[in-house]
């Protein structure tokens, strides 16, 4: 009985099972003979004016000391770290940044492009866009602007309206602390409210 038992099991070592094995041999090894260099990669994608990486659906949030400093939000990132001299990142479809001052009031920047260049920290947004301190109730609306992240400066050299409290200012030219509390402006038409002093 039990040797009637042993031949009903299948052998393993069947030709179909050793040709399947060798083939599955064959097709691990050709995986890992396929390896490219990261450098050759990157130079590829850099030739081609293709991104290294992509990333939808961005949100992101930095923190110090367990407060929240500044949120990112973005429908679309394009990683551009493999080029060599400038490398940047752009965000084709817009984003958002909102930063927190130490009272929690806020800043927001909305725009629909931007890029930001890795070696300096400058960023340039464009096409509607909108700076709000909410801790002042100002907004400035422009089409275009730069900022220096590193001195928490930005400046354009386009048409830009500034709203505040009291006044509406359109002008060609401007340039401010980030926070738009320190402001420069040029060519400046409108209204603008000035307080006497006794």
């Known amino acids: 009985m039990k040797q009637q038992e042993f031949h009903k099991i299948k052998n393993p070592f069947t030709m179909k099972n050793k040709i399947l094995n060798i083939a599955a041999i064959l097709l691990v090894a050709m995986f890992f003979s396929c390896g490219n260099d990261l450098k050759e990669v990157q130079d590829f994608l850099a030739e081609k004016n293709l991104p290294i990486g992509v990333a939808?659906?961005?949100?992101?949030?930095?923190?110090d000391s367990g407060l929240v400093?500044?949120?990112?939000?973005?429908?679309?990132?394009?990683?551009f770290s493999n080029r060599e001299d400038h490398p940047y990142t752009e965000f084709p479809e817009g984003l958002m940044v909102v930063?927190?001052?130490?009272?929690?009031?806020s800043v927001v920047l909305i725009a629909d492009y931007s890029i930001t260049y890795t070696n300096t920290?400058?960023?340039?947004v464009k096409n509607n866009v909108n700076i709000t301190n909410y801790g002042d109730?100002?907004?400035?609306?422009t089409d275009?602007?730069?900022?220096?992240?590193?001195?928490h400066y930005?400046?354009?050299?386009?048409k830009f309206t500034l709203i505040t409290k009291t006044d509406t200012i359109h002008g060609e030219g401007f340039e401010s602390s980030e926070d738009l509390s320190k402001l420069n402006m040029k060519s400046v038409s409108g209204t603008i409210y000035v307080k006497d002093n006794p």
């Open 137 to 141: 109730d100002s907004k400035l609306i």
């Open 144 to 151: 275009q602007l730069f900022w220096d992240a590193n001195e």
């Open 121 to 124: 920290n400058i960023s340039e």
């Open 69 to 79: 400093k500044t949120k990112l939000i973005a429908p679309l990132l394009h990683d």
């Open 56 to 63: 939808k659906n961005i949100y992101t949030i930095q923190t």
């Open 99 to 105: 930063t927190y001052d130490k009272n929690g009031d």
């Open 154 to 158: 930005i400046y354009t050299e386009t």
